[in-house]
């Protein structure tokens, strides 16, 4: 019974410890490619908005902060300057959730032309969003647009695949220990996915961005 728990105990030591060097890897690798004065974020042609959902609670019209925040960064990236294009990547598995369509929506309400804004409909997880943005709309630089625990997650998987990026960091909603969790994990997931050269789930016909 001992040697199980002492097993046990061994198992979730290494888990944290992995844990803890993979974010430690993950934010050093990358901080020197974040961003949060649009002053002094260089310009890229092509801003990679990425997708989460809009609504904490639907029914109560409850916006998610983390949603609303990064339309704020993107249009305060276009309104400066610094972003020609925006494409906006995520979810849209469903007829009844789609997350490009509502972040369109709401950046051409904010003054962002419909002729600047780009589908990317298939942006399921961070990973898909990053390859399809080189391999779909053939970029090869551009910039990421969300909160910074996002965009260090982003600028890496694009720094794996030899493209050049920088981040601009949205403001974070308030604190989740459960959302904090769920991205450190997500951090040993993706170092997994990259091991495995992990593809995007679709593909499909290439975009031309003039």
């Keep these: 019974m001992r040697s199980v728990r002492n097993i046990l105990i061994g198992l979730v030591i290494s888990s944290i ?27 890229n042609k092509v801003g990679l908005l990425l997708g989460t959902a809009k609504y904490m609670d639907k029914a109560r019209n409850i916006i998610n902060p983390y949603y609303q925040n990064r339309i704020d960064a993107a249009v305060e990236l276009y309104m400066a300057g610094k972003i020609d294009y925006v494409i906006v990547s995520g979810d849209n598995s469903t007829q009844y959730y789609n997350e490009p369509l509502l972040m369109k929506q709401d950046l051409m309400a904010r003054g962002v032309p419909e002729k600047r804004i780009l589908f990317d409909n298939a942006g399921l997880r961070t990973l898909d969003s990053i390859l399809r943005c080189r391999d779909v709309f053939g970029q090869q630089r551009f910039t990421v ?5 996002h965009d ?18 949205a403001d974070d909603g308030p604190f989740d220990m459960a959302f904090e969790i769920r991205e450190r994990l997500a951090r040993v997931k993706m170092m997994l996915d990259l091991l495995t050269n992990k593809q995007a789930a679709f593909y499909g016909d290439k975009v031309e961005i003039k």
């Design 17 to 43: 410890l992995l844990i803890l060097v993979v974010n430690y890897v993950v934010h050093r690798a990358t901080k020197s490619q974040i961003y949060t004065d649009v002053d002094n974020i260089p310009k």
């Design 145 to 149: 647009i969300s909160q910074r625990f």
């Design 152 to 169: 260090e997650r982003a600028i890496y998987i694009a720094n794996n695949k030899q493209l050049t990026t920088v981040g601009y960091v």
